[in-house]
């Protein structure tokens, strides 16, 4: 349990145009509607879930400006015109204050090979070790025991996680977020198949990883590096744990990427492309721009239509997929019938 220790007054000054009423509440901690204990602040990012809350006392509510929500003894209430922008604001600034960024410094264990540049106001933590030619840019931070290979060059205000890997000649741009234990430039997937020596000889990929500014990977992604020239992420894309994007990939501004989607090699995905967790993409497809892409979905050729809403396997427009999905259910039923209409015909050409 967390013990922020604020006051109402501090909280509504980090939310622009509120405006607070009731009871003065001290802040311990934030919690969802269903879990409010006394001294919790709530945002409510519905007016629908009022009535769950009504009953708590000695809670502190973010609630829209306009809503007719009743103050319950011993509560307070911060009105806002966007209770869920808000709350990101009230998070950003609770996230600094319970895992503030280090102070800019070389922790005495890191090894840096000559010829690599580091910003004196960088921050490199325990056991990093950084090749030579790299770049690091003012205000980076490289967690312990993360590795940044030769040439590789790091944007400002990028921080890269425990245990990361950035292989060599990887750019990563401004303001990015490596999560722990990813893994950036390793070769990409490429083999052929040699008769005479009945075996997968590997092709060599001798390309590179681009990411551009405000990406955000979390644990454990792993993006290979191109066979030729490069596999590239787009500025503003946000990758969640797990994710695999195989080489020469092209990724477009501003996607999401849910949970273990898997990307084969020389895919191309328009800008603001969403996929759900586990998404399958072949090699060598094209996503239109602004496509949805449901979990599960196994996509195995192009998607042209901007902005479509796409489910199933293989990858059908969704209100398609819905329906196929129905009458799925109904499959075993219809063989019964079928069944019982080839036994009549049987039976009527025997008599």
Not at 128 to 140: C, L, N, P, T
């Amino acid at each position: 349990m967390m013990e922020l220790g604020l006051s109402v007054e501090m909280v509504a000054s980090w939310m622009p145009g509120s405006r607070v009423e009731g009871t003065a509440v001290a802040i311990r901690d934030i919690a969802s509607p269903d879990h409010l204990q006394p001294g919790d602040l709530c945002f409510i990012g519905d007016r629908k879930y009022v009535s769950e809350i009504a009953g708590n006392t000695g809670v502190c509510l973010v609630v829209g400006s306009d809503w007719e929500v009743p103050i319950a003894s011993g509560n307070s209430l911060i009105r806002v015109a966007d209770p869920m922008k808000a709350m990101i604001e009230v998070c950003l600034r609770v996230e600094r204050m319970l895992w503030p960024m280090p102070d800019p410094g070389i922790h005495a264990s890191t090894v840096i090979a000559a010829g690599a540049y580091v910003s004196p106001a960088a921050t490199v933590g325990p056991f990093v070790v950084i090749e030579a030619g790299a770049s690091i840019g003012d205000g980076v931070v490289l967690d312990a025991h993360a590795y940044v290979g030769a040439h590789v060059s790091i944007g400002k205000g990028t921080r890269v996680g425990p245990n990361a890997v950035l292989g060599a000649y990887t750019e990563i741009g401004k303001n990015c977020i490596i999560g722990p234990g990813v893994v950036i430039g390793t070769p990409g997937f490429g083999y052929r198949f040699d008769a005479a020596t009945d075996s997968h000889v590997a092709i060599p990929q001798i390309g590179r990883v681009r990411v551009e500014d405000c990406v955000e990977m979390g644990a454990n992604c792993a993006i290979d590096r191109a066979r030729v020239g490069e596999s590239l992420i787009g500025r503003g894309t946000k990758i969640d744990n797990l994710v695999h994007i195989g080489h020469n990939v092209k990724i477009g501004k501003a996607c999401i990427l849910c949970g273990q989607v898997g990307i084969s090699g020389s895919v191309c995905l328009g800008d603001y492309v969403v996929m759900g967790g586990q998404v399958g993409v072949g090699d060598h497809i094209r996503v239109a721009p602004k496509s949805q892409i449901g979990g599960k979905t196994g996509v195995i050729s192009n998607i042209d239509e901007e902005g479509g809403k796409y489910f199933g396997i293989p990858a059908m427009e969704l209100n398609v997929a819905l329906r196929v999905a129905s009458l799925q259910k109904r499959l075993p039923e219809l063989f019964k019938r079928v069944n019982q209409l080839e036994q009549e015909i049987r039976n009527k050409g025997q008599e």
